[in-house]
């Protein structure tokens, strides 16, 4: 895996405009749930455009461990036939799940939920994140945890054989907490509600639905969300056709908007709202980017024509941090493309992703010479219109922050230099030659 192997060094250079027409790989968050959806499930699941990314195959070798028959039946497709909702078997071996934060904690929440004691465990990005913010709600449920210090990996989870229903507000706007609780709770009797007070990502509650689930939702507050699941269906293998991802295609889009003379079209990306505020915040910042070919299968989705545009400064509320939280790093280097300055605010969320995102965004634009501050929790980036480059960008095993600085360097007047590119396998495997046949110089 990428933790033992050598570093990928990589240079991106001015780039010749970006063109054609590429779809970047399937939607990590939906691989992931299909795959533990389908080793819950009664009967086969069978998923195409499976993202085959690291962080997703380690998902899939994790529900293979814990009694779920997966198989690869060609390229992106998959078949799982699942065990039943409660019916794993305890794995042999440690469950290792990489670099993934969502792999890890969306198996817990369905470990939970079975009598069964799983060891979990990841590289060393992984095993520093905190883990108590979804091992609280578990241990309500009756899990229990042993090993380690028991906030972090390597950790044991004992399944509740009982599991108790329960209604959880997250205390931030986690769709992988709110993930964990309603998937733990579908071994409890009774109703499970998890209560948000910013609505996160609700791929778990569209496909719990399609799996056979009985859920609703309702809004709550002004941006607030009530989810609420009844505990102990009948999972049903289904089909699943992940479309592309939006957060890979934030890497190029972005750098067709700043490549003078771009016009790239990004196929079947997802544009479920709340996803999207990457593409909101870049359309008031100037973009040009047009949706056409829209269309909804499970989730919406449509094409996206993107052409170079001349970018301004705007403030991003925090508001809006749940439905682009992946997106920052790549946002701020459209910002130091952009005239005037950007405040991207409440962003404290960012400090327990991969790295921490935060002073690893500030520091890739300051080493590249772009002015750029953090207060409290906000980022300011004081775009010129232009970025000197001439940086060596340290990626600290984190496959976004390698894209972001290979998306800056694609524009940037010299050179932009990344320390490490093989953590960009976790998410998105085919970026570096896929970028190339856009137009991109990367060497
Ligand atoms: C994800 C949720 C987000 C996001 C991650 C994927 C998911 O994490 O950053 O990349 O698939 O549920 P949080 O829920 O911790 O914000």
Redesign the pocket.
Known sequence: MSQSSEPIPLEARGSSPLTGKIRVPGD??IS??ALILGALAVGETRITGLLEGEDVLNTAKAMAALGARVERTGEGAWSVHGVGVGGFHAPDAPLDFGNS??GC??AMGAVAGSPIAATFDGDASLRSRPMRRILDPLELMGAMVSGGDGKRLPLTLTGAKDPIPMTYRTP????????AVLLAGLSAPGVTTVLETEA??D??ERMLKQFGAEISVEEEGDHGRRIILNGQPELHGVSVAVPADP?SAAFPLVAALIVPDSDLTLTDVMTNPLRTGLFTTLRDMGASIEENDVREAGEPMANLRVRASKLRGVTVPPERA?SM??EYLVLAVAAAFAEGSTRMRGLQ?LR??ESDRLEATADMLRVNGVKVEISGDDLIVHGEGFVPGGGLVKTHMDHRIAMSALVMGCASEAPVRVDDTAFIATSFPDFIPMMRRAGADFS
């Open positions: 990590k968050s992931h749930r934060g969502t904690r969306l931030v706007a986690s769709a992988q907490i709110k993930s996160s990502r791929h778990t957060s749940p939280i992946d969320e327990v992703k």
